[in-house]
């Protein structure tokens, strides 16, 4: 079935440094990949998305990466500020015959440390 | 422009209770989607509706009932409550869904249930 792993769990990293964090995906037809930062208390909120045309997208200090063949894709964080602490959450696309949703990874939790 | 308002934020309920959770947004969105989210879980999709006038199962629906009330409203009904049914809810919208699933989902700010 339709799946999506998420590494790591949890990452603590010194403010300045970069943070990686990785999604492996089941479905080789998932054509669209989002991420989510969820602060404490908040809902989920969209921060890049990529789709399988494209291998890279940037945005500033994030960025993320796209491997079809492997069936990964990596958010990276660069210059991590202590806002950055939040839980990051990966999905991907699942269609069956006549209907799609988002699979979800399991969520990492990000904490930069001053 | 309040995006996705979900009501209430907090609940306690016994079991075997009832409860609706409300959900509206404003951004004339077609799909919405009713999600709970519990550690090491990630978010898995309960119910959602691709349209005004439809709904489907999503991953986790035993338990659970919908109502797309019209374009804006989608609620999320416990009809008899169970300590396993804690979690925190959270509705989101996307312009359009079902097939069309490569869509960003704007995501409520959640309802916190505990079920004791």
């Known amino acids: 079935g339709e799946n999506v792993e998420q590494h790591p769990s949890t990452l603590s990293v010194q403010e300045g440094d970069s943070a990686v964090i990785k999604c492996t995906y089941s479905?080789?037809?998932?054509?669209?990949f989002p991420w989510y930062k969820q602060e404490l208390g908040k809902g989920p909120q969209l921060i890049i998305d990529?789709?399988?045309?494209?291998g890279e997208k940037k945005d500033q200090r994030i960025a993320v990466t796209l491997n079809k063949t492997a069936k990964h894709f990596s958010l990276h964080i660069t210059e991590t500020q202590p806002e950055d602490s939040a839980v990051y959450f990966c999905?991907?696309?699942?269609?069956?015959?006549?209907?799609?949703?988002?699979?979800f990874g399991q969520g990492t939790t990000l904490q930069v440390k001053p | 422009n309040a995006g996705v308002t979900q009501t209430p934020k907090f609940q306690v309920l016994k079991t075997g209770q009832s409860m609706t959770l409300q959900c509206a947004q404003d951004?004339?969105?077609?799909?919405m989607y009713w999600y709970r989210q519990d550690p090491g879980m990630g978010l898995r999709l309960i119910y959602y509706?691709?349209?005004?006038?439809?709904?489907d199962k999503g991953e986790v629906p035993n338990g659970y009932n919908v109502s797309r009330l019209n374009k804006r409203e989608f609620s999320l009904r416990l009809e008899s409550a169970a300590p396993s049914q804690t979690s925190v809810y959270f509705c989101?919208?996307?312009?359009?869904?079902?097939?069309?699933?490569?869509?960003?989902?704007?995501f409520g700010d959640g309802t916190r249930l505990s079920i004791l």
């Open positions: 989101a919208s996307s312009l359009l869904g079902g097939f069309e699933v490569n869509q960003p989902q704007h």
């Open positions: 479905d080789s037809a998932s054509n669209y």
């Open positions: 990529i789709r399988s045309n494209v």
């Open positions: 999905a991907a696309s699942y269609r069956s015959s006549n209907t799609g949703k988002l699979i």
């Open positions: 951004m004339n969105h077609n799909s």
């Open positions: 509706s691709a349209s005004e006038g439809t709904t």
